[in-house]
T-cell receptor, first 112, second 112 residues
């Protein structure tokens, strides 16, 4: 039981490049979330999903897209990376939305 | 949406002393308040949580208190140890639901 995993751990992009971050969970959780963490700003929700095939916007969705084609996976895409998207990205999941969220190990992204 | 404020942003205590971190929230409908601990370079991990039908919860050296009238909740760590050094985040949420609103974090240093 690996819990929540994220791929890759670290990535450097040039401005304008695209990439996809993968989150996977093996806990059969319905709800999945993508956060970004910036110094002094805590964790801010980008997008979330309440089940396979569903997605919704969070607090800071601009510049990101997501997909939940399989229950266990939640993908975060950056179509045209900008330096302002330099951050640490955390994925999280919860069973039903009435329990706490469990976080992945994070992806550190640097956009030059 | 919900606004969570957390104080102090940094806290240094001597080993064996107590540490208190305070959070306030704005939405009186919030009913779930988790606390996360994040060690340097690691993922946030749940250390304790409280629901709005409870005023206090304790787990060994850690306790959380909730004052619904004043809309604030606090984390108390007693007999602090060097391994308690980390960043602590509070959050508020309305369950069942999707969005956790996080505070900006408190960096706790326990001095041996």
């Amino acid at each position: 039981n690996a819990g929540v995993t994220q791929t890759p751990k670290f990535r450097v992009l040039k401005t304008g490049q695209s990439m996809t971050l993968l989150c996977a969970q093996d806990m059969n959780h319905e709800y999945m979330y993508w956060y970004r963490q910036d110094p002094g700003m805590g964790l801010r929700l980008i997008h979330y999903s309440v089940g396979e095939g569903t997605t919704a916007k969070g607090e800071v969705p601009d510049g990101y897209n997501v997909s939940r084609l399989k229950k266990q996976n939640f993908l975060l895409g950056l179509e045209s990376a900008a330096p302002s998207q330099t951050s640490v990205y955390f994925c999280a999941s919860s069973f039903s939305g009435v329990e706490t969220q469990y976080f992945g190990p994070g992806t550190r992204l640097l956009v030059l | 949406g919900e606004n969570v404020e957390q104080h102090p942003s940094t806290l240094s205590v001597q080993e064996g002393d107590s540490a208190v971190i305070k959070c306030t929230y704005s939405d009186s409908a919030s009913n779930y308040f988790p606390w996360y601990k994040q060690e340097l370079g690691k993922r946030p991990q749940l250390i304790i949580d409280i629901r709005s039908n409870v005023g206090e919860k304790k787990d060994q050296r850690i306790a959380v208190t909730l004052n619904k009238t004043a809309k604030h909740f606090s984390l108390h760590i007693t007999e602090t140890q060097p391994e308690d050094s980390a960043v602590y985040f509070c959050a508020a949420s309305i369950l069942p639901g999707n969005q956790f609103y996080f505070g900006t974090g408190t960096s706790l240093t326990v001095i041996p």
